[in-house]
């Protein structure tokens, strides 16, 4: 059964650091897409990074202050998120998808965690 379980979330103050983890299980996830989303109250859920093989990808707000990253060998993803500020607090998910990210749309990925929240304060 696949699961993925996210970790790392909690409570920062702006200019903080938090680093995300997502354990995969139940197969290798080597050949898929594995994204961060997050979704904050009253607002869309957002792509914020994404990575499949050696390409990423990077919403504007997260570019430059996070980096998505993956061990294979651990089926892990990971989403190292520094200079936090207060517009960042948001439930963060993990979803992964088996097929090239560029062809997976938001609504395409089939496996989702089920989130870890991140609280930045001023």
């Known amino acids: 059964q696949v699961q993925l379980v996210e970790s790392g979330g909690g409570s920062v103050q702006a200019g903080g650091s938090l680093r995300l983890s997502c354990a995969a299980s139940?197969?290798?996830?080597?050949?898929?897409?594995m994204a961060w989303f997050r979704q904050a109250p009253g607002k869309e859920r957002e792509r914020v990074a994404s990575?499949?093989?050696?390409?990423?990808y990077y919403a504007d707000s997260a570019k430059g202050r996070f980096t998505i990253s993956r061990d294979n060998a651990k089926n892990t993803l990971y989403l190292q998120m520094n200079s936090l500020q207060p517009e960042d607090t948001a439930i963060y998910y993990c979803a992964a998808e088996g097929r090239p990210c560029w062809f997976v749309r938001p609504d395409d990925f089939n496996y989702w965690g089920q989130g870890t929240q991140v609280t930045v304060s001023s």
């Open positions: 139940g197969r290798s996830y080597s050949s898929y897409c």
């Open positions: 990575s499949y093989s050696t390409s990423t």
